[in-house]
């Protein structure tokens, strides 16, 4: 298989072929998901919860990306690395040129950033500089403390039509990719329709491009013990965790998962 690219990407948008992305931090499991079909490893800053412990991803920093980055690549076949910048990494414009460049340096092929139409400038000035951008909308959970917890974001019309509007603003700045986390289906899919880039959802319903999940939950994984209702445990009834990915990527494929009981209403 070639490389995924965000040609690849784009034209499985246009197909309306779903794209698969799963969580990944380290090269075995890099190797296992790009060659079971998953077309796009996060390198997310959730590693910060699932791996090192954290009750939030606000700890991670920048090296700990690289490092994870870095050995994502080793690992990885043909997928496409996206890499989070962690919290406060893109608090200036010069501090979003180091980070994303270590990333990219590391492997990361693209970076994602959490937030809103306030990150025009960033996502602009990183695409000019060769720095494709995914923004991440709806729940950002490196704002948890502005939140106040892990919640549905866009279900009040002021939200969503807010929502619709960053998303729209941040396309027009160059955005390559909009992740949207936990928001209504409804919303999801008006936002997809609407979307010239591909959109993926993490409880956001089955009309996104394509679907991601935090790779140790899919695997049945949790260290809290709160499995949140978006999570479908991939490994069950499988013999092993390469059946357990293809299974994600298949159900991904056939529009199986998400079902409607992964998804948030209104
Ligand atoms: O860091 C991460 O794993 C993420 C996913 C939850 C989308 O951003």
């Known amino acids: 298989m070639p490389q995924i690219s965000l040609s690849t990407l784009q034209s499985l948008k246009l197909k309306g072929e779903k794209i698969t992305m799963l969580t990944c931090y380290d090269a075995t499991f890099a190797r296992a998901a790009s060659e079971s079909g998953v077309e796009i490893l ?50 200036t414009l010069e501090q979003s040129f180091a980070n994303s460049a270590q990333l990219m340096q590391a492997g990361a092929h693209m970076v994602k950033i959490e937030g809103a139409a306030w990150l025009a400038d960033t996502v602009r000035l990183l695409a000019e500089r060769g720095v494709p951008v995914c923004v991440h909308l709806g729940l950002t959970p490196q704002t948890v403390n502005v939140l106040g917890g892990y919640k549905v974001q866009g279900r009040l019309e002021a939200q969503a039509q807010q929502l619709r509007a960053d998303a729209i603003s941040l396309e027009q700045a160059g955005a390559a990719m909009i992740l949207l986390e936990c928001v209504p289906s409804e919303l999801a899919e008006q936002i997809t329709k609407r979307a010239k880039v591909p959109v993926i959802g993490i409880g956001a319903g089955n009309a996104a491009d394509g679907q991601v999940l935090v790779l140790h939950d899919m695997l049945g994984l949790s ?44």
């Open 42 to 91: 996060l390198v997310g800053d959730s590693l910060g919860m699932v791996l090192q412990g954290h009750d939030s991803t606000l700890p991670v920093t920048n090296a700990d990306m690289a490092y994870h980055v870095a050995s994502v690549k080793r690992g990885n076949r043909e997928a496409l690395i996206l890499a989070d910048l962690p919290f406060m990494a893109c608090a």
């Open 223 to 266: 260290l809290s013990g709160h499995v949140p209702r978006f999570v479908k445990n991939f490994m069950a009834g499988q013999p092993d965790i390469h059946s357990a990915l293809r299974a994600y990527v298949s159900a991904v494929k056939d529009h199986s998962f998400p079902a409607p009981e992964h998804g948030f209403n209104a």
